[in-house]
């Protein structure tokens, strides 16, 4: 195989870098290590980070791409063995599909309802009577992979289904055991206490961590993951679309285009909203005039219409010049990152205003009047002073900025602006449901697992936001 390395591939990994020198530098910083830490006894803000960690994981393993080599590349080729030239294919792949090789390749023929052993619709199939003559019936035809171990004996179904499920359960039940014991015993060695002490304290968050809320929170993706994994073996957990693809690899290679959509966005937005904020509240006069007309007159633009024009006239230039892309996956990264760079030039005006407003109010505070009547310069009045204060402002405006940009782009391809039809994504999904509720018995299975994922990575980044306001926030930190 060889490596492939995608734009928003790039952008994701610098962004687990920028958060892991963020990490070191909290770490040395007095007053960002006591907020973080007041963020780790939050049991809600615990447990959401812990589902979203998942999500995240999920995402950075989709973002490791390769193109396969293909089978018969060794054979190609005239001369001697070092003159032949590996051959690639043209499909750019994942480590995430790596992983989920059998639900990526066991596609069936069109829709399959969750667990489901037969097809979706009745279809003409031939049949052989008692006499061993084939004649035409019209019946649920038999699915080629979805309970395909369980051969002639399809009422055995729901007992397997049950059996699996028992079995994924007392497995949960296991691991999740053995994290908390262990979890249990690195406290009793930290704190010098028995296990008995530790426990107590775990249960009554007596730590520096929320460790009852992780634990809770694990156990929980346990008894959700390890059945739908062991089921996804042999069946599939949530049925099929239209091709026959499997619904399950399709949420979660959704994933990766939620977060980039989420962080990539934020990282487009932020530094402008922060600078212009910041510029305007302190220098005010002419600045402050000119600023305020630059967002006003762009909030008065209706946001869809501006998306809308600029990711048609981005489609227009990738469509006139396909030879700057070698795969699909290159074309399909593009105009993922236009869609993040036109949403974060159309989503920093509210991040921008409240900057502007916190940042009037701070400048009239007796320390930074003080420091500008002792001839600190402006810069250095901003650095140590202002933008300290602002960082719970903008902590939480990211984080919350991260939902309603997930929410976003679901709007955006559902009406058909968003990402590539080819990319999978949350929108996509729900689009392709659209038409699907309307069949004959209907198709329902594709609109709830999306709802289902997003409505999940949603809440948590919501919780994670009101557990770091309250961290973050000095007001609200004094006063507990």
């Known amino acids: 195989m060889t490596p492939v390395v995608l734009w928003s591939d790039v952008l994701i990994w610098l962004l687990v870098l920028a958060a892991s020198v963020l990490g070191w530098l909290s770490r040395r910083n007095p007053l960002l290590r006591?907020?973080?830490?007041?963020?780790?006894?939050?049991?809600?803000?615990?447990?959401?980070?812990?589902?979203?960690?998942?999500?995240?994981?999920?995402?950075?393993?989709?973002?490791?791409?390769?193109?396969?080599?293909?089978?018969?590349s060794a054979g190609r080729g005239t001369g001697t063995s070092s003159e032949k030239t590996a051959v690639y294919s043209v499909e750019v792949l994942s480590l995430?599909?790596?992983?989920?090789?059998?639900?990526?390749?066991?596609?069936?023929?069109?829709?399959?309802?969750?667990?489901?052993?037969?097809?979706?619709?009745?279809?003409?199939?031939?049949?052989?009577d008692a006499d061993g003559q084939l004649r035409q019936s019209r019946d649920y035809p038999r699915l080629k992979h979805g309970g395909a171990h369980l051969g002639s004996d399809e009422a055995r179904r729901d007992a397997d289904v049950a059996e699996r499920v028992l079995r994924a359960l007392g497995l949960a039940m296991l691991v999740w055991w053995m994290l908390a014991a262990a979890t249990a015993a690195l406290l009793a060695r930290r704190q010098n206490c028995s296990h008995r002490q530790a426990w107590r304290r775990i249960w009554h968050n007596e730590s520096d961590l929320a460790c009852n809320a992780v634990l809770a929170a694990i156990a929980a993706l346990l008894l959700c993951g390890l059945p739908l994994a062991i089921l996804a073996s042999d069946y599939h957990v949530f049925g099929t679309d239209k091709v026959?693809?499997?619904?399950?690899?399709?949420?979660?290679?959704?994933?990766?285009?939620?977060?980039?959509?989420?962080?990539?966005?934020?990282?487009?937005?932020?530094?402008?909203?922060?600078?212009?904020?910041?510029?305007?509240?302190?220098?005010?006069?002419?600045?402050?005039?000119?600023?305020?007309?630059?967002?006003?007159?762009?909030?008065?633009?209706?946001?869809?219409?501006?998306?809308?024009?600029?990711v048609l006239m981005m489609q227009v230039l990738i469509d006139t010049h396909p030879q700057w892309f070698a795969t699909a996956a290159e074309r399909a990264d593009?105009?993922?990152?236009?869609?993040?760079?036109?949403?974060?030039?159309?989503?920093?005006?509210?991040?921008?205003?409240?900057?502007?407003?916190?940042?009037?109010?701070?400048?009239?505070?007796?320390?930074?009047?003080?420091?500008?009547?002792?001839?600190?310069?402006?810069?250095?009045?901003?650095?140590?002073?202002i933008l300290p204060n602002l960082m719970h402002i903008v902590i939480i405006a990211l984080v919350m900025d991260f939902s309603s940009l997930v929410l976003?782009?679901?709007?955006?391809?559902?009406?058909?602006?968003?990402?590539?039809?080819?990319?999978?994504?949350?929108?996509?999904?729900i689009n392709n449901a659209r038409l699907e509720l309307a069949r004959e018995p209907m198709v329902w299975w594709s609109l709830a697992a999306a709802f289902v994922f997003m409505f999940t990575l949603v809440l948590a980044a919501n919780l994670l936001a009101d557990a770091m306001r309250d961290a973050f926030d000095p007001r609200l930190a004094g006063s507990a």
Not at 251 to 276: E, W
Not at 342 to 358: A, D, K, M, Q, Y
């Open 334 to 385: 593009l105009r993922l990152l236009a869609l993040c760079c036109i949403l974060g030039v159309t989503s920093w005006t509210g991040l921008c205003r409240l900057l502007r407003g916190e940042t009037l109010k701070l400048r009239e505070l007796e320390y930074i009047q003080a420091a500008q009547a002792f001839g600190v310069s402006d810069l250095r009045i901003i650095a140590r002073h």
């Open 244 to 310: 026959g693809q499997d619904v399950l690899y399709q949420v979660l290679k959704s994933v990766r285009t939620a977060l980039v959509i989420g962080l990539v966005t934020t990282l487009v937005m932020l530094p402008v909203a922060i600078f212009l904020g910041i510029v305007a509240g302190y220098f005010r006069g002419w600045i402050d005039d000119l600023i305020q007309y630059l967002y006003t007159t762009l909030s008065s633009i209706p946001g869809v219409l501006l998306i809308a024009a600029a």
């Open 34 to 72: 006591a907020a973080w830490q007041r963020v780790g006894r939050s049991r809600a803000g615990m447990a959401s980070a812990t589902v979203l960690l998942v999500f995240v994981c999920i995402g950075l393993l989709d973002s490791l791409h390769y193109r396969p080599r293909l089978e018969d």
């Open 408 to 429: 976003a782009e679901a709007v955006l391809s559902y009406v058909g602006i968003g990402v590539d039809p080819t990319m999978i994504s949350f929108g996509t999904m």
């Open 96 to 128: 995430l599909d790596f992983l989920l090789t059998p639900l990526r390749t066991r596609t069936e023929k069109t829709y399959s309802e969750p667990l489901a052993t037969r097809a979706h619709a009745k279809e003409s199939i031939e049949i052989r």
